[in-house]
């Protein structure tokens, strides 16, 4: 029981972090980004033409595409870099099992990791 009761409170403790941190996320960082873009192109569209801040947004939105891709493409290399001990503890375990039963196994495991990582 008391067990049970601890590892609930962990579960609480890590669930109340992960929202606070999301929170302070949205308040110190989204919010702030998202009133000076808008003041600055208000300011731009305002002093110059309209099309001087469009340029602005397209470019903020260019860049924040770029930002998405690249951290999926990134996180595609770290889960790459995980695959490849997956693919070698199966390929070991095929060989083994292989060789002992004369079987072949572990096929599904070679093409997920292979899978995960091309996407």
């Given at each position: 029981m008391v067990?049970?009761?601890g590892a609930l409170s962990?579960?609480?403790?890590?669930g109340t972090?992960?929202?606070s941190m999301i929170f302070r996320?949205?308040?110190?960082?989204?919010?702030?980004?998202?009133?000076?873009?808008?003041?600055v192109c208000a300011v731009?569209?305002?002093?110059?033409?309209?099309?001087?801040?469009?340029?602005?947004?397209?470019?903020?939105g260019a860049y924040a595409a770029w930002t998405v891709a690249l951290t999926k493409v990134r996180r595609a290399a770290e889960l790459g870099g995980s695959g490849v001990g997956v693919l070698l503890g199966s390929?070991?375990?095929?060989?083994t099992l292989g060789q002992t039963y004369g079987q072949p196994a572990g096929g599904a495991s070679f093409r997920r990791p292979l899978q995960v990582a091309c996407v």
């Open positions: 067990r049970r009761a962990r579960m609480l403790e890590r972090r992960s929202i996320a949205i308040i110190f960082t989204f919010v702030p980004t998202a009133v000076e873009l808008a003041l731009l569209a305002r002093s110059f033409h309209p099309r001087v801040s469009l340029a602005v947004l397209a470019t903020f390929a070991v375990g095929h060989l």
